[in-house]
Each structure stands twice: as C-alpha cells, then as structure tokens.
C-alpha cells in the first residue's frame, strides 16, 4: 500500500478532515460523500483537483473501495456508519462522541473484532501539546501521585435546529422568523455529559488509566434555545487507580468557548486554560511562596501549522491514522480504548436520570486493562519547555 486511499462521510465537520487528508503526503483523497449540496459544494471545489470525486450516499462512497474512512456524520449514526465501512473492508477513524448507546459499543466491538479492521476514535483533544509534557511530569514524578483531575467543556451551541437545505439555526431565531420546516440535530437532546471524550480521553491518557464507576447530576433545563436537555450536567468518576476526575460540561450557558484541565498531585499541580493558551505548574521543586510557574505551551505541536483545525491537533489526528495503517502499528485509540472514552458518558447520564446513584462502568475489554499505548504513537519530549514566572 503505498498510500492510504481515504474517503470522507459528513462534509461538515468533515471538512476538516479533507483539507487535512489532502495535505498528508502519505495519503490520497478518492471520495467524500453527503447527501446535503450545501456541504458537497465546497468539497467538489477542493477534491476535483486531486482527482477525487463527490457523492450523495455512502454506498457510492464505499462503492469506490477506499482503504479507510472517516465518519463524520450525525453523532447518533457513527456507529452504525463505521460498521457499515468495517463490513465493506475498510479501516474507521470515526467522529466523536463514537457511540450514543451501550449497545451501540457492544456492536462496535463485536464487528471490530470479526472483520480484522483497524477502528480509531477521532478525539482530536488528546493530541494537544501540553498533554505531551503533563504525561511525561507524572512518569517523573514531579507532581506527586495524581489524587485528583478534572476537565470542563465549556461550548455554547443554541443552534439546535436544522433547515432543509442543511444550514443551522435556532429555535428563538426560528420563531421569530415563522420557520415551521426546520427539525431538531442530532445534538439537540443529547445528554450534554455524554459529549466528555474531549475532557475525559486525555486525563485517561495522562494517568494511564480508566473509570470503574460514577456519580453524576443534571443541571436545570432553563435554556430557551435548548430546551431537549439539561443546561449541563457534572460527573464525578473513580479510576481503577483511585483517581478522583470531575468532568463538567455544558452546551448551553453563553459564554466564550473553552476547555479547562488541571490535575491535583500530593507533590504539585498543573493546569491549561485554553483561552489562557499556557500551562500553570507548580511542581515539587517550588517553593509556595514563588506562586505558579508559567510554561507557554500552546495546542499545537511544535512544527504543526495550528490553522489545520483545532490548534493543529486535527492535522495530528489525521497523521498519526493514517501512518498507523501503512506502518501497520496499533491505533492510537483503539476501539477499547474509544469504549473507555464513551461509554463513561453514558453510564454518567445513567447516574443522572436516577439522581445521582453511583454506578459501576463495566469493563468490555477480552482482556484487563494494562496499560495506554497512546504514547508509543505520541512520543514525549526529551526536553523541558521554556518556563517564565507568572
């Protein structure tokens, strides 16, 4: 195989990842599909230079025997997308969430196993730089055994509404325009905690770890523009480690959007604000009265352009599948690990609905756990970043 033939499914989100297919030297762009116009036009302009062709349905796509493709379609139907390509023999980086039910993963799990395919989740955030350098602080031990983490996303989306010809709107925008032809999105009553794989996945991947079980709460349903799920919800999961992680998230609160990590050592503390675009440490060789030492450390690897979406971490994404194909390595998140990312969220909103009973997260690995290999992919530096007082 001397390069990966990649196909497309969702030209919204997926836009993204055909500008990022396309510029990947080891990869070649033969299909993107969508049954909407309004996304296929801009895909045609870019992709029929490259010799590659646009399509309504995935069955035309698959019709044209890619090697891998990548889900990026309504968050209820991932799964059943990507069983559908493992089925016609192709590889799967898929979209997040990656499975709405518990069910859903089972299936996910089982067609993996019978077809040989390799299956990665799309959870672009735990290629973010900075993680780089907390996983290799832990292995060092310069903040302590982790007690304790968390993670916020924090995302306003009122636009829960869909035309027909595909744009988003509003339900106040709606009403005051007279629209009666617009139905809800895939996002419009989806349990806001069951979107925490760009939270939880890479504390897991720092700590080397996974949720056994969890407590979680629902916030009121206040929110005019969303008014099919809560304004947010908080979970509260227990690692096999012993690891507290307190996930908050919510998709309805106006405000500048944002993730928030911070991880609590017995030694020493770090945390990322992305607004901020630097990390605070204090590890155990400060003193308490020099306060937070400061380390510029952005999203974006060093050397990647942060224009390719997502500050760079979309790019890195698409590279590491697809050289994990042709160097016939292991994903970096593999479909075990991708249930381990979701299927917390799910349980989570389980917890929810029976306000706040703790509940065990069952283990759906053949094998236990013994550890991430998210790092042989992602090496860890060598060398320590740049620091300045804060």
């Not at 993107?32 to 062709?53: C, F, S």
């Not at 020493?268 to 400061?294: H, I, L």
């Not at 799910?346 to 929810?352: K, P």
Request: with cysteine; proline share 7%.
């Amino acid at each position: 195989m001397e390069k990966l033939k990649v196909g497309i499914l969702g030209l919204r989100r997926g836009m993204a990842h055909l500008r990022n297919f396309l510029a990947i030297e080891e990869a070649v762009v033969i299909g993107a599909a969508d049954r909407l116009p309004l996304y296929r036009e801009p895909a045609e302009a870019l992709l029929k230079p490259a010799g590659g062709k646009v399509v309504a349905e995935f069955e035309e796509l698959l019709a044209m025997r890619p090697d891998a493709v990548v889900i990026a379609s309504n968050g209820k139907r991932q799964v059943e997308h990507a069983c559908q390509a493992l089925e016609a023999g192709c590889h799967v980086l898929s979209e997040v969430p990656g499975a709405d039910t518990f069910e859903e993963l089972i299936r996910l799990r089982d067609t993996v196993e019978r077809t040989g395919r390799v299956y990665m989740l799309g959870e672009n955030s735990c290629f973010l730089d900075f993680l780089r350098y907390w996983r290799k602080w832990v292995v060092d031990d310069r903040l302590g055994p982790i007690s304790l983490a968390e993670a916020e996303y924090l995302h306003y989306l009122p636009e829960t509404l869909s035309a027909p010809d595909g744009t988003r709107i509003s339900p106040s925008r709606a009403r005051a325009l007279g629209r009666t032809d617009c139905r809800p999105i895939w996002r419009a009553d989806q349990p806001p905690i069951q979107y925490l794989t760009h939270d939880l996945g890479p504390l897991l991947e720092v700590l080397d770890d996974r949720c056994v079980s969890v407590t979680c709460r629902s916030a009121p349903w206040r929110s005019q523009d969303c008014p099919l799920r809560s304004d947010g919800q908080i979970a509260l999961f227990e690692t096999a480690k012993g690891t507290l992680i307190k996930i908050l998230i919510t998709l309805n609160t106006r405000r500048p959007s944002e993730h928030r990590y911070r991880l609590f050592g017995t030694e020493g503390s770090a945390e990322w604000f992305s607004y901020e675009g630097y990390c605070r440490r204090f590890d155990r060789d400060r003193q308490e009265s020099q306060g937070w030492e400061r380390v510029p450390i952005g999203a974006a690897a060093r050397g990647t352009d942060a224009s390719t979406g997502h500050g760079g971490t979309d790019f890195q994404l698409a590279r590491h599948f697809t050289r994990a194909l042709l160097e016939g390595r292991p994903a970096p998140i593999d479909v075990y690990r991708a249930i381990e990312f979701c299927l917390p969220g799910i349980i989570a909103n389980r917890s929810a609905e029976m306000g706040g009973v703790p509940l065990p997260i069952p283990d759906l690995r053949r094998v236990p756990y013994s550890g991430t290999r998210f790092w042989e992919a992602v090496s860890l530096p060598e060398e320590e970043p740049p620091s300045e007082e804060s």
